[in-house]
């Protein structure tokens, strides 16, 4: 079973993540995959920047390959973890990947602030609660985090100068 404390445990690999990806070559973001019982089932950094693909992001590219190993059934008792709140495009992905719980450290609007008008990633301020809000699927989202807010944000420092 899933705890608060599991959550924030699993949060702070995605932390780690986002670390390797910036390390890589890439913007700053992790994502992973757990069942139900928190068991860590796919990890996935950002690729946009390396790869050169525009769908690049951690979460768009975790619920792509999740939808080719798992079933729909499965995936909506899984919970997508990511440092930062997903954008419309990931949000879209996890919907039509029917995951079903998606958790994340920092907030969209932290982000942004972050980010500012950098050309890399020209942030939304749309938060996932309402783009969820708006498709037939009642997806449970947990964030952000402070405790862990902070920590998330430190991995982005002097990249989007």
Known sequence: ?????????????????SKAA???????????????QGNILMTQENIELTERKCTGHA?????????????KAFLWDCSLYTTAEPCVMCSGAIYWANIGRVVYAMAERRLLQLT??????PTFDLPSREIFQHGQKDITVVGPFGKLEKEAAAVH?????
């Not at 500012?116 to 990633?121: A, K, R, T």
Request: proline fraction near 4%.
């Open 59 to 71: 979460e768009c590219m975790l619920a792509e390959r999740a939808s080719h190993v798992y079933s």
């Open 1 to 17: 079973m899933i705890t608060p404390e599991t959550d924030l445990e699993l949060l702070k690999k995605c932390i780690e993540i």
């Open 116 to 121: 500012g008008s950098n050309e890399i990633n």
């Open 22 to 36: 910036r390390q890589n070559g890439n913007t700053p973001f992790g994502a992973l995959l757990a069942d139900n």
């Open 157 to 161: 420092a002097g990249y989007w100068d």
